[in-house]
């Protein structure tokens, strides 16, 4: 499968149970888990007004479009409690990610003694990245706010707030939107009602069950 890797890999595994351990641990308001995820939406407007849906007759539009740019967003979901919180940026760069850091930090989490944070290796997604935007006493209180744990490559099914991403592109982002303004209302709209209704996380998977299901991808003792 393109999403698990090829062969046996010690990597793969090693950075799979360190999450997996994440997931057992229960709910401590002083040590909220969190997953971050990211993704991008083209941002598509029409050159002709579609037709409305009626009565026998589905919504109708133009093949043809006009591209408006493409915008990125930050995922933020709390899988023991439902939290989830979602920021639309025009870039993801280090910069963006680490204004997010600080957000989570002081805006969603203020009370939190450390914040545990599952997220994937990208180059962006650093402590260093702190340190390129704010002063470094700034950098390293937030730096020692944050206990990262990172998924492997090819293993970013294990982060569960690229679920939550593809939960909201199917509920929310499956359609054409023009601009900023009209997506960040659709989101908040999405978001409102998880907020009315959070749905936490059961997940199954454990190092355990994993060590028998993925035994594959565990590679041989070397004596």
Not at 18 to 24: G, R
Not at 107 to 133: G, M
Not at 189 to 202: D, F, H, I, S, T
Request: charged share 30%; proline share 7%; net charge positive.
């Amino acid at each position: 499968m393109w999403c698990l890797p090829g062969e046996p890999s010690a990597e793969f595994v090693c950075a799979m149970e360190d999450v997996l351990d994440v997931y057992k641990r229960p709910y401590d308001p002083r040590r909220p888990q969190i997953c971050m995820d990211e993704t991008s939406k083209q941002l598509i407007g029409e050159v002709r007004t579609p037709i409305a849906a009626r009565p026998g007759h589905p919504e109708r539009f133009d093949h043809e479009y006009k591209r408006n740019g493409v915008t990125n967003l930050f995922m933020l979901t709390e899988p023991l409690s439902g939290r989830t919180e979602v920021k639309v940026t025009e870039r993801r760069t280090r910069a963006d990610w680490a204004v997010l850091i600080q957000e989570l930090v002081d805006v969603h989490y203020p009370t939190a003694e450390r914040i545990v944070l599952v997220l994937d290796n990208l180059n962006t997604h650093a402590k260093s990245s702190l340190y390129e935007v704010f002063a470094p006493a700034e950098a390293k209180r937030l730096a020692d706010k944050l206990e990262i744990h990172y998924t492997p490559k090819h293993g970013s099914w294990l982060n569960v707030a690229e679920i939550m991403l593809s939960v909201l592109g199917g509920q929310c982002l499956n359609r054409r939107m023009a601009d900023v303004e009209t997506l960040i209302r659709e989101v908040e709209a999405w978001l409102a009602g998880r907020r009315r209704k959070p749905a936490p996380v059961n997940w199954h998977l454990t190092t355990k069950e994993a060590r028998i299901k993925l035994k594959r991808f565990y590679p041989p003792l070397q004596n």
